[in-house]
């Protein structure tokens, strides 16, 4: 059977110095583009208008969650993810997951939601910079893989929320989905490290913009 990636990818996330991976970004940023409206309207690499309609309706709902500060739990995620796949119930995995053409399986124990309902708690965690939170909340979704369908989606949402509790919006999103390995512990730290290029370099055009 094919090793979980899920048990690794907790190991390769205890191992790494999220407080360390990225210094402090500046926050809040605005963005004279929004780069999240602009990837969901996009359809998240799709060109489906329904699916780009039901992934932004799921970013306004995120946003205003991030308004009334409501940290990320599964309940909450859960919410989004009926807006982004149109259906009305959307229950947690009830089996192992798979992803990368079966190369990655999430195993499914008694203790999975538990654990990932802890994880999702970090993204609030003062002692770890706000880039490094963002990326770590994003590869948790990404490999925990709550739902039976659109993971990836739903981690760029996540990802969205964490900045946008701290008042940051991006002008670029794109860059930010690409593949991510569970067992990459240099790969994870580099998408802190993107995140907080993203932040700076946001808040850097749009000084310019406005001088």
Not at 127 to 141: G, I
């Amino acid at each position: 059977m094919t090793a979980d990636a899920l048990a690794v990818w907790c190991r390769v996330r205890s191992r790494i110095d999220w407080a360390s991976a990225v210094g402090e970004t500046p926050a809040p940023v605005e963005a004279t583009v929004d780069g999240f409206a602009n990837w969901c309207a996009a359809g998240g690499r799709s060109a489906d208008p329904a699916r780009a309609d039901r992934l932004l309706a799921a970013l306004r709902r995120s946003r205003a969650d991030a308004s009334y500060g409501r940290s990320l739990t599964c309940a909450l995620l859960t919410g989004w993810q009926r807006l982004v796949l149109g259906v009305p119930e959307v229950p947690f995995r009830q089996g192992d997951a798979f992803a990368k053409g079966g190369r990655e399986r999430y195993a499914l124990t008694p203790h999975t939601r538990r654990d990932f309902e802890h994880c999702l708690h970090d993204s609030t965690d003062p002692r770890v910079p706000l880039a490094s939170r963002a990326a770590r909340a994003y590869l948790d979704v990404a490999f925990f893989h709550p739902f039976a369908d659109g993971n990836a989606r739903l981690a760029m949402l996540t990802l969205a929320h964490v900045l946008e509790r701290e008042g940051v919006r991006l002008d670029q999103a794109g860059p930010l989905q690409t593949t991510r390995y569970a067992d990459d512990a240099v790969g994870a730290a580099d998408l802190a490290v993107l995140v907080s290029v993203l932040i700076r370099s946001t808040r850097h055009r749009t000084s310019r913009a406005r001088d």
